[in-house]
């Protein structure tokens, strides 16, 4: 097992060095300069001399494959560099805003979690009765309501019919979990909700299935209560599938937290991100797309691992 | 339907697919699919309880405690996340209010009764890490939990070898005579009833059309489909018969069957009558059929009554194919953990082959499960690469062509697969399955030209022209192999490797389709490779037969002396094993049982391969690779001891 991770861990190497060339290059392609935008941005006049001092500063100015090779170095070191624009350590950048990002995102997937397989059990287990449209049209709508909407809503929920808004400023959860889950309960719940939606629905249909199994036939011919039948013979089988969504589903949405944030006006990763891009931060911009990348990876073997757990078979081959 | 099961007894319950005898089993245990499969009248009297009456908690008290079932497929009926400790103990906790150790230690009890050794390190184990026959085993165990006073086995041993399949219904039987335990057997197979059932339901379209002790049924079949199934099955104990004898005709469809007897649109002794439904009348003491003429029938012989011709002797000549020490080793990585130090392990799926098929001959190739059987035809169709040896067909070394002679030859050469549902496109019509390849091949000049020539292979295997406008979920198992044998017959070729072609199909439509390979050689002069476990049909349809056992020929003869004079001891273990459908030669003969599972072929024996099985093993054979040596007149045997 032990060594097994190893191997996969050592598998994200190459794939993060995919990631790091693919990236640079996007970056390099793409109209637009750090440095114009930065001291010509507001229509201010800077001599081209200053322009060209900055770029030489910023090291914008050596060929591209001297800032490539600089820049993987860096990497190699774990040392992302500093922001183009606010001349910080780019980790520093990520690092205040990350808490808060990885918080609302392992909210959502609880939330997630804990509503979608109840839900897509009960829409299983009853399946084309009362309870299974219910069920499917509370998930039907949560793929088809944008997370950012939903928070609108709740957000003027809150403020005409509680008159309450939550707070605007970010505590941590060890400092005051209530202040902390006061404001980020929210966005949680907008992003959980699209979120539990689409796992209940990959629960539902891999439970019909199951349940059509022999071998949930033999369980019931040994005359187990139908509770048991469920819970101990057909959900585990029922779960694999679900969990690569859950997973897949968690990875993205660190990265599409983009616009619930500015929604509920949260200075997360997706908030980096944006104001990144449109400053064309490249130090910035790379090194949030390895983190998403390392995330992504990350998340994947956990899968792995758990679907290890649930399922003998991919434990002893 | 109604029958009865005394306690000790074996009842069998025979029909083809679809006849309803798994439907009436799980009615019993009331395991049915509200509201799909709703019980609408009747009465189900266990213990003197009727169980329609019961409420499901009280019900769910006698599943597994008092009635108990073992499945079909061993493959599917075990929970694969579960251990087997787990999926054994579960009734016992449930029914007997058992605790954790004292399951543990029934359990264990269970494992050796059914014969599993190493109980303690099986019950960690989960599902896919034992074989077939060892699931099965573990499912016995479970249906034996609590001492049930009934256990219903639902084709218990059809995914199983016949070797391992006697194994465990000598198993059962000894149970159920031993501890009292009633047993409904539900079965195709009439060799297995023969052997093993006191009393037997005939069942067709949803009814019980005979039923009596085994050996009225069998040997003086009153009912037509009885004559019928008993005749169409080809028979080990037997003379060869020129053709077999068939129920033409299919099954009925359940969803509109005929209002009088259902049989009767295929009943060859059909009157007017028989437009109304008939009832169970008693023809003699204990034997009941459903059939108007059915005391006209009484002198009638189950036995097949078409005469034997002599079987032709093999033409010399040179072979059409030659296959000399063939081998086929596959890589495989062998667990998980190991990829990073590259340990592979090699699988000899196929080890030094030899064998010739002379032109317009007939080799069948037996062998259980894994024996290498299916890759020997896959290696002749081209469709895997030789690892040693060579395989000339027509004097030509199939590996050494260049790429038109493979593409022509792969015209020559034509397949027939098991499982005619998977191996046919389900979106595209049976016309364009059966002319795509006339006119991928250019063999059709025009659509129209393909269309008629589909029209000509369609009546050629027995089938209405107008079928090509259908779909393969259309078409019956049958037919479904038909379509499959036409598309086979559109490439015009010499050679068809038959792999398993009839294992999937019904006792009466399987001698249809024999028939009809049979009838396409003669007519064509094809060549067929024709790969089976089946042991009687290999050799009603071959003119020499091959035994194959872990990837290597133990045996290889011409049909009659190979049937009649078996040398290894591995073809008289399969003979042995393989139950005959005749009651009174069956329980005649000693059940002579081959002990042991077939090992992994990723570690075979030294030595001779079979010698881990072996009765007659010595050192010299666990040691020593045999031989193969020709005992004359084209007998071939690799063994020591003869």
Known sequence: ?317 | MSYTVRRGEIVALVGESGCGKSVSSLAIMRLLAEPVGRITSGSIVFDGRDLLCLPEAQMRGIRGRDISMIFQEPMTSLNPVLSIETQLTEPLVAHLGMNQSQAHKRAIELLGMVGITDAERRLRQYPHQLSGGMRQRVMIAMGLACNPKLIIADEPTTALDVTIQAQILELMKDLSRRLHIALVIITHNLGLVARYADRVNIMYGGKIVEQGDALNVFTRSRHPYTLGLMRSVPRLNLPRVGKLATIEGLPPNLLNPPWGCRFAPRCEFRIDLCGKPPDLVEVERAHHARCFRTHELAGLTSKAAVAAPAAAAVPAGAPLLKVRDLSKHFAIRQTEVSVLSRKQAVVRAVNGVSFDIGRGDTLGLVGESGCGKTTVGRLILNLESVTAGKIEYAGADISLLDRPAVLALRKKIQAIFQDPFSSLNPRMSVGQIIAEPLLVFGLAKSRKAARQRVAELLSQVGLYPYLSERYPHQLSGGQRQRVGIARALAMEPEFIVCDEAVSALDVSVQGQIINLLDELQSRLGLTYLFIAHDLAVVRHISKRVAVMYLGRIVEIADRDDLYQNPKHPYTRALLDAAPIPDPVTERARPAKLLHGELPSVLKPPSGCVFSSRCPMASAECRQEPPQVRDLGAHHLVACHKV
Not at chain 1, 78 to 100: C, H, K, Q, Y
Not at chain 1, 208 to 237: M, S
């Open chain 1, 1 to 317: 097992m032990l060594s097994y991770v190893g191997y996969r861990l050592l598998l994200v190497v190459p794939t993060l060095v995919g990631v790091a060339l693919l990236i640079f290059l996007m970056l390099r392609v793409l109209p637009g300069d750090v440095v114009e935008i930065k001291l010509r941005g507001d229509g201010g006049h800077v001599t081209q001399d200053v322009v060209e001092r900055e770029r030489h500063r910023l090291g914008l100015d050596k060929p591209m494959l001297t800032q490539l090779v600089n820049w993987m170095v860096g990497l190699a070191r774990l040392d992302l560099g500093t922001s183009m624009w606010t001349g910080r350590p780019v980790a520093e950048e990520i690092g205040a805003r990350l808490e808060l990002s990885l918080q609302v995102a392992v909210m959502a997937t609880l939330i997630a979690v804990l509503i979608a397989i109840p839900l897509g059990t009960l829409s299983a287990l009853f399946k084309d009765s009362a309870v299974d449209y219910v069920v499917r049209i509370v998930t039907i709508s949560g793929l088809a309501l944008p997370s950012f909407w939903l928070g609108m809503l709740i957000i003027l929920t809150l403020l005409y019919v509680f008159s309450w808004s939550p707070p605007i400023t970010y505590t941590p959860f060890y400092q005051d979990p209530l202040a902390n889950l006061a404001q980020l309960i929210w966005p949680a719940l907008a992003v959980g909700y699209r979120y539990a939606a689409v796992v209940a629905r990959m629960v539902r249909s891999s439970l019909i299935e199951v349940l059509r199994e022999d071998y949930i036939r033999t369980a019931r011919a040994k005359g187990i209560v139908p509770r048991l039948v469920v819970i101990r013979h057909a959900l585990p089988n029922a779960l694999l599938p679900a969990i690569t969504v859950i997973g897949l589903e968690f990875a993205f949405l660190i990265g599409g937290l983009v616009v619930t944030e500015q929604v509920f006006n949260l200075n997360g990763i997706g908030k980096l991100f944006v104001q990144a891009v449109s400053r064309n931060d490249f130090t910035l911009i790379q090194g949030l797309v390895m983190l998403l990348a390392v995330i992504f990876v990350l998340v994947n073997l956990l899968v792995d691992l758990f679907y290890a757990v649930l399922d003998p078979r991919v434990r002893y081959r």
